[in-house]
Structure formats: C-alpha cells, structure tokens
C-alpha cells in the first residue's frame, strides 16, 4: 500500500496535459453541460462508463458535477455509456448526460473519444473490461472490490504498473476515503494527533437481507459478485481500516455464515440490490456476515463486522481509532462529523468532542458550500474524480491504486481462509 495522499496536497489548477496514450485535445469548452468555465480552454478528457444502474448513477453525478465545482487541469465529458440492452443504456444516456451509448464494453474501450474507462459493473468482469482497457491505452478507475480473487487482481497489478510506464492511471473506487470527515481524520493521524495507534474497530451494517424472500441477485453468487457481505461491505472497511491507520494488516482471525441459504430465483431486470422473484429458488453460494480481527503491522488491534443482516441498519459503517494521545470516531450515517478526543487535554475538561467538517480548510471543502452547509454520500464520488482528473494532468499514481486495491483482496482471501480453518490466525500474503 501506498502512502496515503492527502486529497488537498493536490495543486488545484496545476495543470500538465494529460500524458496517456489516448488522445487528450485541448479545446475551448462551448459544450452546455458538462462542466468548466465556458471561456477557458482546457483539454478535454473523455470519460467512457461501463454499467448504468447503482454505481453508474453515482459516477455519472461525480463525472457531471466535478468541473462545475473544482478548478480541474482538464475538463471531464461524459463521451459514452455502456450497457448490454441498447434502450435502456439510451435511456440511462440521456438521464445521466452521457453524449453516447454503447452495447458492447469492447465498442466503448475502442473510442477515441474516451480516455478514461469507467468500471461499475459486478466484479466478474472487473479484470477483463480493466485489461483490456489498458492494453487499449486508457486510464481505468474501477469499482470495489478490485477483483473477484486475487489472481485476477494480481494479473491487473501487473497490467496497470506496465500501463504506468506508458503514462496511463489506475484507480479503484474505494469512495469513503473522500467523505470530508474521512480525509481530516487520515490527515490528523498523519499529524501524530492520536499518537501510536493501539485500535481501530470498525463495523460496515446493512439489513436489506433480512428478508428471506429477496431475491438471489448477482450479489449473492460467488461466481458474479466474488463473495458477500465480505468482498461488499467488508472490502471497504478494510480500505478504509488500513488508510486512516497508514499501515497494512499483517494477519486476520475470522468467522463468516450464511444464514438464508436458499432464495427465489430473480426474474427480468435485476440489480444487485433489487429484482423480483420467480417460484423456483436457487442457492446463496456468498457470505451473509463476516466478522473477524485483525494485527496492524505496528501491533496494533482491530475488529471488524460487516453484514447485511443488522435489522434496522440502512448503510452504517462507523469506525473508530483510539491512540495513546488520543481518539477519532467517524459514522458515514453523520459523514459531516468527526469525534475527536484529545486525551492530552485536563482530565476535568476531556472528552469527545464534535467537529463540524463543512470548514473551508477541511479537505475538499474549499470548492463547496459555506461552514455548516453540509455534504452528502454522493460527494464522495465527485471528490473520487477530482483526484483521478488531477493524477491524470500530473502524471502521478493515483490513490487507491490497483496495488492498494490487490492489497485488500489478499485480505479478503486470508479471512476467507481463516474463516475456512475455524478462525485460525492467517498471516496476510505481501
Ligand atoms: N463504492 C461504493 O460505495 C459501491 C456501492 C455499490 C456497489 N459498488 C460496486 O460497484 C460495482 C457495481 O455495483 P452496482 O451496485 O452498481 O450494481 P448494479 O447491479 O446496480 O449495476 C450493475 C451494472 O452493470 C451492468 N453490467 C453487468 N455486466 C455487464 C457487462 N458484461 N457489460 C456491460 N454492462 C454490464 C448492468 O447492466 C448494470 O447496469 C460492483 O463492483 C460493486 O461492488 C460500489
């Protein structure tokens, strides 16, 4: 894993052209729409999207919205749009902004109007649409979790560190690390505000399952989505675990279970989080919950819990880091929050106290709304472009990278291994 970057170290406005293979053209922006100051010129970066439903959605408003807020080296236009049924990629097109809609991922990563490929589709296609647009020579940002093992995520480590050396960028979406909140507390780790770091303890809780009637979507087959609640949920607790601590896991102890293991069939158009059921039934072949512990590299503790089975619990991932100087506390169901405990402070006057993160030198928020006018979850992935756009114009790796995104996986796969040996302690492969 990289050093963690902070996300407002980067130079807003220092711009290089883009170094690529793929063309990047500069041009004035006359095109309603799609971002920047209309009587600049800026070059252009063409951004094509594979996938149009949840995480579709959600980077097409990252995409839309970047260059209307930040001062950008390059200006982002959404060039084109992929998915498999041509009305409803045209009609996904026309709701998102996209200028053009492909059915077929090989098509969109042929164009020469795209530069960077977007990847937001289940992980069984991750690798290949990732390679393939490499090898094509486009920059890649891809959805969590990288892969769907770590083979794939290795062979993709591979591809991206030879694409480097021709100028291409790649990036895995781990979206958390850019709420605002997140950001000040990786920065004040970094600053020794909490001291040497003795726990981080971190839970990821959903509930949409608790329903044994919903349907088996491609998120509980083993073969699309890689695993469950682990690879879901847990992929971004680790990312975000080992990102604010600034060190890896050195091994993990686990215990997963799948409580529902029979669900009706889905029929017609599914996505991951919704579908309608048929009368036959199939097998859940993922984890429902994975609950495990970790060692930080320095000796430091952790636990983690990630499930879709918290009754109650919508998208509630709270994580909390405690030093000998000190505590941070985040919960992405208050994203505008950070709970910081400053236990050098005197004792009558300590305690957790509340840090409104809306301030203009808090990360991110220089380009947004004035102190007390909050943000929300899907601010996380405009910031996610922000800081691809400005990797790209500086020639420098993104973070996370697809090394970090490897990374996760083989944590992802030593729990799994744990888990399989009744939680025997399982060193993490480097
Ligand atoms: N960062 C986050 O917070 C977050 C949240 C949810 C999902 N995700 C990740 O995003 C990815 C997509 O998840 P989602 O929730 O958007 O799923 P989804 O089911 O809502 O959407 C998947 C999309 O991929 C398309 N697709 C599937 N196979 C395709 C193919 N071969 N060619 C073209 N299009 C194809 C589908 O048509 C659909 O549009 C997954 O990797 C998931 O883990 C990340």
Redesign the pocket.
Known sequence: MGQPQQPDEAEAGAATPATAGAAVTAEADTGAGDGADATVAKPSLGVGM???????A?HSQGWRTVGRVFDLPSRPVLAAI????ATAVRSAADRHGWAAAETD?RALIERDDVDVVDI????D??AEIALAALAAGKHVLC???LANTVAEAEAMVEAAESAYQRGQLAMV????RRVPATALARRMVAEGRIGTLRHVRVTYLQDWLVDPEFPL??RLRKES?GSGSL??LGA?IVDLAQYLAGERLAGVSALTETFVRERPLPVGA????AAVSSAGTGPVTVDDAALFTGRFTSGALASFEATRYATGRKNALRIELNGERGSLAFDLERLNELAYHDATEPGEHAGFRRILVTEPDHPYLDAWWPPGHGLGYEHSFIHQARDLVHAIAEGRSPEPSFADGLQVQRVLAAVEESAEKNSVYTPIAV
Do not use: Q
């Not at 992929?82 to 049924?85: A, K, Y």
């Not at 937001?120 to 992980?123: A, F, N, S, V």
């Open positions: 594979v996938g149009y439903a949840f995480m579709g959600a992929c998915g498999r049924d991922w937001c589709t289940p992980g296609s991750h959805e969590k979790p979406g781990f979206n958390y979507t491609w989505a690879g879901d971004h599914t996505s991951g989080l």
